[in-house]
Each structure stands twice: as structure tokens, then as C-alpha cells.
T-cell receptor, first 114, second 115 residues
Framework: KTQVEQSPQSLVVRQGENCVLQ??????????LRWFKQDTGKGLVSLTV?????DKTSNGRYSATLDKDAKHSTLHITATLLDDTATYIC?????????????FGAGTQLIVIP | DMKVTQMPRYLIKRMGENVLLECGQD?????MYWYRQDPGLGLQLIYI???????SEGDIPKGYRVSRKKREHFSLILDSAKTNQTSVYFC??????????????FGHGTKLSVL
């Protein structure tokens, strides 16, 4: 059973618009949550890591929240650019970084059009 | 330079042939991983290596084996490839630490087609 569900599956926005990507999970324990960006045909690049209950992070135009009680995270992208076109993947770790299992979502495909 | 390098980028093999996928990293990371990515699914862990000759099965190890003889190199081997092993394979590496926000680095992937 999939333990990390992302929505929407795909999303089309116009350049300059904001968007919100959702991640719901059932992984227990939930030590941390990561968001990655994957350009077509490329590897995953880390955007942010959330660790604590009600954590919030910001990385330029990307910001993320984590609600461990609800087992839910959001990734906000502000003022989208054409280069934001990619698949965004939510990953939940059940222990500190390398020592536990990482549970990957299937990703949200974001397409930014002019 | 902080990167994970995978070779080759693309590979076409016939069913029953042996396959060798190579991965290297230049960060002296103890831990390395092999994942596969299939359409509509999240990445699935095949094997994890905690250091030289210290390898553990992941969630889908059947049909695969690995080799780690040097810290910077981690190989994935398919003995007698099957068509259902057609996939994109990713290698990743990180320091072995309990620090939750330790960075995880991925290679660009190897697209394997088994005909």
C-alpha cells in the first residue's frame, strides 16, 4: 500500500502564478520529510527538509510546511517560472537520514506555460 | 565537486543478458543506494550499502545484486536480465548519520531497456 500520496497528480499553471502541492502520508514513525525537484530525464535535487512538528521552511520561491499530527505537508511555489516545470517528489524518512527507510511519493508533475 | 555519477546513461539489453550499472561519488559518503523508478510509482529501494562490503537488501532486491569494493563506487548487477527490469535506475549517496536534514545526492539515472 502506498504510504505517501501526492496531489494533484499533475498541474498546469501560467508563468507568474502561485501553486500549492500536497503530500499526505501514513509512514510511522515520521522522522523527517523532504521535497525534491526532478527535471525530465534528470536526478532528484533536494529543495527542503522538514523535521519538527509544524515545521516551516523557505528556500527562495519555494516554501514548505509540515503538520505531523495530520501527517500532511505542502510545498508552495511563488511566482512560477518556466524552469519550475518538473516533477516534485515528497519523501518521508522513518529515521534520521541514511539509517532508515525513505518512502517516496509518485510525484506531482508541474507544467508552467507562458 | 559534490556529485554522483552514473554510467551508462542509456542501455539496451536482451532478455537473459547480464547488466552492470556503475555509480561513483566524490564526497566520501559512507552510504549509497540503488533505486528504480517506474511510471506512476515512487522510487523503490533495491539495495543500500552502509560502507565497503556492508550491503543490505532494500524492498525489491530480487533479481539484483550489488558490489561495493571501494567507498566511492557502488555497482548494481542484473544476472540474466528480465523484461520487467526495464526501468530508470538511480544511485544516491549520503553521509551515515542520524542528522535528519543531512543532504541526499542523486545521480542522473540510467535508463535500462530489456528487450
Amino acid at each position: 500500500k502506498t504510504q505517501v500520496e501526492q496531489s494533484p497528480q499533475s498541474l498546469v499553471v501560467r508563468q507568474g502564478e502561485n501553486c500549492v502541492l500536497q503530500c499526505n502520508y501514513s509512514v510511522t514513525p515520521d522522522n523527517h520529510l523532504r521535497w525534491f525537484k526532478q527535471d525530465t530525464g534528470k536526478g532528484l535535487v533536494s529543495l527542503t527538509v522538514l523535521v519538527h512538528e509544524n515545521d516551516k521552511t523557505s528556500n527562495g520561491r519555494y516554501s514548505a510546511t509540515l503538520d505531523k499530527d495530520a501527517k500532511h505537508s505542502t510545498l508552495h511555489i511563488t511566482a512560477t517560472l518556466l524552469d519550475d516545470t518538473a516533477t516534485y517528489i515528497c519523501v518521508v524518512g522513518d529515521r534520521g537520514s541514511a539509517l532508515g527507510r525513505l518512502h517516496f511519493g509518485a510525484g506531482t508533475q508541474l507544467i508552467v506555460i507562458p | 565537486d559534490m556529485k554522483v555519477t552514473q554510467m551508462p546513461r542509456y542501455l539496451i539489453k536482451r532478455m537473459g543478458e547480464n547488466v552492470l550499472l556503475e555509480c561513483g561519488q566524490d564526497m566520501s559518503h559512507e552510504t549509497m543506494y540503488w533505486y528504480r523508478q517506474d511510471p506512476g510509482l515512487g522510487l523503490q529501494l533495491i539495495y543500500i550499502s552502509y560502507d565497503v562490503d556492508s550491503n543490505s537488501e532494500g524492498d525489491i532486491p530480487k533479481g539484483y545484486r550489488v558490489s561495493r569494493k571501494k567507498r566511492e563506487h557502488f555497482s548494481l548487477i542484473l544476472d540474466s536480465a528480465k523484461t520487467n527490469q526495464t526501468s530508470v535506475y538511480f544511485c544516491a549517496s549520503s553521509f551515515r548519520t542520524e542528522i535528519s536534514n543531512e543532504r541526499l545526492f542523486f545521480g542522473h539515472g540510467t535508463k535500462l531497456s530489456v528487450l
